[in-house]
């Protein structure tokens, strides 16, 4: 990483103990992934943040500089072949599926996230690169949104491994207290699902809660959460293509390219080849561990790249604004429902 606090990007070339910086994230996903089966309100790519800033805190030598060229690969071209795999587990006929009435609280509480995010980060004095991967992390899929949105902003590493504490600690806080909230409330299984697949960050967090709270909510909360991770496709595209205008001369014509990144068109024509049936039903349990290995060795590479004098220079705002995205988004999932006449 360099005095900037910006990773170091790798060469074409990956000399050999390059390499085995690369080898090095892949053993700490092999760590992390049976870790975040057993507890998966952690997680995989936590676990892999956390051991991968454990090692390069703890073993000098892992600091090298010829070692993080591999740590960058993982931190970012692994990372967006792991977006494209996600791709094949989705189904662009389930937007149709959740049905018309789903859609409006799905698309406004990521207004709410998304604008909440860039207003109340702003007034915090939240750093712009967290309070747009926070955004994007709570009002879409958690951590794989995060993954998307860190390939086209590049942020530093430290931001994406804070924006992952701060999703993580309400994912918690969501799994704990949703379930109960919502016998209080009195909601149906279809109702309490609509709101846990529009509330929670990421997916198995989403299930954790819904199929907690019974009565054919993990169902419907899986539907409605696939549609909301489907969002990753036009907030990336549209940052890209901010991104690439902030970064041209006035008057250019906008590279294709740079407005829209391979690895997400990669994960639209995964998710349209699996709607049409091209990937076979049977790979997709495997396709799914590998996305989920991919995340591990990616987050696993940002892990090691980070250094805790960034962590703590971050300061407590991005996890208050977290903490503020997160009611304002649960609590607007039932104003939505409400208003929806799907509140019941």
Same mark, same amino acid.
């Not at 998966?40 to 703890?58: K, R």
């Not at 299984?189 to 989403?206: K, R, Y």
């Not at 091209?278 to 990616?298: D, K, N, R, T």
């Given at each position: 990483?360099?005095?900037?606090?910006?990773? @170091?990007?790798?060469?074409?070339?990956?000399?050999? $103990?390059?390499?085995?910086?690369?080898? $090095?994230?892949?053993?700490?996903?092999?760590?992390?992934?049976?870790?975040?089966?057993?507890?998966?309100?952690?997680?995989?790519?936590?676990?892999?943040?956390?051991? +991968?800033?454990?090692?390069?805190?703890? %073993?000098?030598?892992?600091?090298?500089?010829?070692?993080?060229?591999?740590?960058?690969?993982?931190?970012?071209? #692994?990372?967006?072949?792991?977006?494209?795999?996600?791709?094949?587990?989705?189904?662009?006929?389930?937007?149709? *599926?959740?049905?018309?009435?789903?859609?409006?609280?799905?698309?406004?509480?990521?207004? %709410?996230?998304?604008?909440?995010?860039?207003?109340?980060?702003?007034?915090?004095?939240?750093?712009?690169?967290?309070?747009?991967?926070?955004?994007?992390?709570?009002?879409?899929?958690?951590?794989?949104?995060?993954?998307?949105?860190?390939?086209?902003?590049?942020?530093?590493?430290?931001?994406?491994?804070?924006?992952?504490?701060?999703?993580?600690?309400?994912?918690?806080?969501?799994?704990?207290?949703?379930?109960?909230?919502?016998? %209080?409330?009195?909601?149906? +299984? *279809?109702?309490?699902?609509?709101?846990?697949?529009?509330?929670?960050?990421?997916?198995?967090?989403?299930?954790?809660?819904?199929?907690?709270?019974?009565?054919?909510?993990? *169902?419907?909360?899986?539907?409605?959460?696939?549609?909301?991770?489907?969002?990753?496709?036009? @907030?990336?595209?549209?940052?890209?293509?901010?991104?690439?205008?902030?970064?041209?001369?006035?008057?250019?014509?906008?590279?294709?390219?740079?407005? @829209?990144?391979?690895?997400?068109?990669?994960?639209?024509?995964?998710?349209?080849?699996?709607?049409?049936?091209?990937?076979?039903?049977?790979?997709?349990?495997?396709?799914?561990?590998?996305?989920?290995?991919?995340?591990? #060795?990616?987050? +696993?590479?940002?892990?090691?790249?980070?250094?805790?004098?960034?962590?703590?220079?971050?300061?407590?705002?991005? $996890?208050?604004? +977290?903490?503020?995205?997160? @009611?304002?988004?649960?609590?607007?999932?039932?104003?939505?429902?409400?208003?929806?006449?799907?509140?019941?």
């Amino acid at each position: 990483m360099s005095d900037s606090g910006q990773p @170091v990007r790798a060469s074409r070339r990956i000399t050999p $103990i390059g390499l085995a910086g690369l080898v $090095i994230t892949l053993s700490v996903a092999g760590v992390a992934m049976p870790l975040g089966s057993r507890l998966p309100l952690v997680g995989g790519p936590v676990f892999a943040v956390l051991i +991968g800033c454990a090692i390069a805190t703890l %073993v000098p030598a892992s600091r090298s500089g010829a070692l993080t060229a591999g740590y960058t690969i993982a931190a970012r071209t #692994v990372l967006q072949a792991s977006v494209v795999l996600l791709g094949t587990g989705l189904s662009l006929s389930a937007v149709v *599926e959740v049905g018309v009435s789903s859609v409006p609280v799905m698309l406004g509480t990521l207004v %709410v996230a998304l604008l909440g995010a860039r207003w109340i980060g702003r007034w915090l004095g939240v750093d712009p690169q967290v309070r747009t991967l926070i955004g994007v992390g709570t009002g879409i899929c958690g951590a794989s949104a995060i993954a998307a949105v860190a390939s086209v902003c590049k942020p530093k590493n430290s931001d994406v491994a804070y924006a992952l504490g701060t999703i993580f600690t309400f994912n918690v806080a969501a799994v704990l207290t949703f379930p109960m909230l919502g016998h %209080v409330i009195g909601m149906s +299984g *279809e109702s309490f699902g609509l709101w846990s697949g529009t509330a929670i960050n990421d997916t198995s967090s989403v299930v954790a809660a819904a199929y907690s709270f019974g009565g054919g909510a993990g *169902e419907h909360a899986i539907v409605v959460k696939l549609t909301r991770a489907l969002m990753i496709i036009p @907030v990336t595209v549209a940052l890209a293509v901010l991104l690439a205008r902030r970064g041209g001369s006035a008057g250019t014509a906008l590279p294709w390219r740079r407005a @829209v990144p391979g690895f997400l068109i990669g994960f639209l024509v995964a998710a349209a080849l699996n709607t049409i049936g091209a990937v076979p039903s049977g790979w997709h349990g495997a396709l799914s561990l590998l996305a989920s290995f991919l995340i591990c #060795v990616a987050m +696993g590479g940002i892990g090691l790249l980070i250094r805790p004098a960034e962590l703590r220079a971050t300061g407590h705002r991005p $996890i208050l604004l +977290g903490g503020v995205l997160w @009611v304002l988004v649960a609590l607007s999932s039932l104003v939505f429902q409400a208003m929806t006449g799907t509140l019941r």
